[in-house]
């Protein structure tokens, strides 16, 4: 397992504060909950306190967790995972009400696979009708099946669209699982980080909201899921990465 140190960014630009409201209205998609705080939850922050528009998409339904809990079967998980990713938002100052696609957990589609062209169509027509200027989703080669399910998916949405909003693509595995084909090629990507240090306490306060990834809050699991202190550490950083495809590349699934 090849761990990339956060010195690894250090050649990226740093952009200021103050870039954050260029980027326009904004959709976040998140794989699971917690993505939306880990990944980008300071540039949300940012566009909020600038009265940015912003909207988020949930993809999964977050059961996988604790797959074996009995205080929380799915459907009380799925209530869970749902009550705190709105509790983050709130946090980051997200008043628009979320999204939902309610896939399975551990098992989105992807490209080929039945249920895949339905799931972008339905992705589609929530961008369609928020119609950002943005949009922030998981890097393509993020280390978790999930992860580059979601980015494909969202590839085959915005495909569709004559004029897409600008792809934005965050890190959250790739701190810690990513192997050296997972990370950008030369040439691939144009990546910046973003000075986040004055909303860095409101990223915290959205990721403590996800307490069942963090705590022993389900407990009658012991193959259950829960955020590492060196996981976290990478995301109580003053900066977020972002990584945006360059439009030669743009088209292809990855």
């Known amino acids: 397992m090849l761990e990339i140190s956060p010195f690894s960014f250090a050649d990226l630009p740093l952009r200021p504060a103050e870039f954050a409201p260029q980027l326009g209205s904004t959709i976040v998609i998140a794989p699971h909950p917690d993505d939306e705080s880990l990944g ?10 600038a009265q940015v528009p912003v909207m988020a998409i949930l993809v999964t339904d977050g059961t996988m967790s604790h797959p074996n809990s009995q205080k929380y079967p799915p459907a009380a998980r799925r209530q869970l995972r749902e009550a705190e ?22 098992n989105i589609p992807t490209a080929g696979a039945a249920g895949f062209e339905a799931a972008a169509e339905q992705l589609l027509m929530r ?12 890097w393509r080669r993020d ?8 980015s494909q998916l ?23 699982r990513a192997k050296p084909t997972d990370l950008p090629r030369p040439g691939e990507v144009a990546g910046w980080r973003l000075d986040i240090t004055s909303v860095l306490y409101q990223k915290q306060q959205a990721i403590a909201a996800h307490r069942s990834q963090l705590t022993d809050l389900i407990d009658d699991d012991p193959t259950g899921f829960q955020l590492s202190p060196s996981m976290l550490a990478h995301f109580a950083q003053p900066f977020e990465v972002y990584l945006e495809f360059k439009s030669e590349n743009s088209s292809a699934l990855l």
């Open 154 to 176: 969202l590839q085959a949405a915005l495909a569709q669209l004559a004029t897409p909003p600008r792809l934005l693509e965050y890190v959250v595995w790739a701190w810690e």
């Open 85 to 106: 990713f709105e509790a983050a938002l709130v946090a980051l100052g997200i008043t628009t009400a979320p999204h939902y696609l309610g896939l399975a957990d551990g």
């Open 143 to 150: 280390p978790h099946p999930d992860h580059r399910a979601t």
């Open 127 to 138: 961008i369609s009708q928020f119609s950002p200027t943005t949009v922030l989703a998981p």
């Open 40 to 49: 980008c939850g300071g540039l949300l922050a940012l566009l909020r306190q």
